[in-house]
């Protein structure tokens, strides 16, 4: 069965960084759309960024010049990389694999930014 499973977040105080990983299995990872979204109680799980099957990249308007996204089709990893985080930027981050017939979430993982 297909898994999306991510990890990486924690505590960070503001300004600091983080890398989220999600590793899929079950799929065929390099035909895949990969993506990070984001939710906080109360809101609507929000893109973050995503990444296409040949690696073209599309930001959040808020996360633009702080993240980075990137894949590794060899590891079957898709990456987040977090710069100058911000409170705001604190809430559960989830892993979605899609193609044009089906899509996959991971679980989540929580970014807590607080000093």
């Known amino acids: 069965q297909v898994q999306l499973v991510e990890s990486g977040g924690g505590l960070v105080q503001p300004g600091g960084s983080l890398r989220l990983s999600c590793v899929a299995s079950?799929?065929?990872?390099?035909?895949?759309?990969m993506g990070w979204y984001r939710q906080t109680p109360g809101k609507q799980r929000e893109l973050v960024a995503d990444?296409?099957?040949?690696?073209?990249?599309n930001y959040a308007d808020s996360v633009k010049g702080r993240f980075t996204i990137s894949r590794d089709n060899a590891k079957n990893t898709v990456y987040l990389q977090m710069n100058s985080l911000q409170p705001e930027d604190t809430a559960v981050y989830y892993c979605?694999?899609?193609?044009?017939?089906?899509?996959?979430w991971g679980k989540g993982t929580l970014v807590t930014v607080s000093s």
């Open positions: 079950g799929i065929t990872f390099s035909l895949y759309r």
């Open positions: 979605k694999s899609e193609n044009y017939v089906r899509y996959f």
């Open positions: 990444i296409t099957s040949g690696g073209s990249t």
